[in-house]
Structures are given as structure tokens and as C-alpha cells.
């Protein structure tokens, strides 16, 4: 019996900690926006804008005080060209404008 209640104390530890896991997965810090500028380590994002068609130079981003961040990364970036629409996972950002962060996954969307 003592077994049974080990057994079943194994268990609910592991599911709580899954399910801990799965919940800090549902709040990862993102950011999807427009690539206004990328080299092999850093890429620089801003928000899309409504009524914006053209892509964006990274100087004018800044001089019109976008939405925008530069995010470094451990890994070389590739596949990654400017006016790509992309989301990108960070772990922390600096709130000055533009701000910069360090990315850590990023990905091209449709």
C-alpha cells in the first residue's frame, strides 16, 4: 500500500511540474513586427503600421519613434531578410527607444 501512495505522489509531482512548464509557455514574451534591418547576430523589429505599405528604413523607425527593438542573438540568424514579418521570443528588453533585448527564438510569418 505504501508504494501505491508513493507511486501516486510521483505522479501528481510530475504532472505539476509539466503543467508549470506548459503555463510558462503560454506567457513568453513576444514581439511580431516588421524586419526594418538584420545582420548575423541582431535584428532590428518595428511594429507594423496601419496604414503603412512600404517597408520602413531602420533610420526613419527611429526618427518617427515606432514602436521598435533590437534584438541580439547568441546563434547566427539566417533566412531572415528586411521587410520579413516575423515573431520574435525574448527573455528581456530594455525600454529605451528603440529598444533592445535578447532574442530568443524568432520565426518568418505569413
Not at 508513493?6 to 509539466?18: P, R
Not at 548575423?40 to 503600421?49: C, I, N, R
Not at 539566417?78 to 520579413?84: A, C, L, N, R
Amino acid at each position: 500500500m505504501k508504494r501505491f501512495y508513493l507511486s501516486l505522489l510521483l505522479l501528481l509531482g510530475v504532472v505539476a511540474i509539466l503543467g508549470c512548464e506548459e503555463q510558462i509557455q503560454e506567457n513568453e514574451i513576444v514581439m511580431e513586427g516588421i524586419v526594418a534591418a538584420v545582420d548575423a547576430h541582431e535584428v532590428f523589429v518595428y511594429e507594423e503600421q496601419d496604414a503603412e505599405t512600404m517597408i520602413l528604413p531602420e533610420e526613419e523607425v527611429i526618427s518617427k519613434s515606432i514602436q521598435a527593438s533590437y534584438f541580439g542573438f547568441d546563434e547566427e540568424i539566417s533566412g531572415i531578410e528586411v521587410g520579413d514579418k516575423v515573431k520574435v521570443w525574448y527573455d528581456a528588453l530594455d525600454t529605451s527607444l528603440p529598444g533592445s533585448g535578447h532574442g530568443t527564438k524568432i520565426v518568418i510569418l505569413d
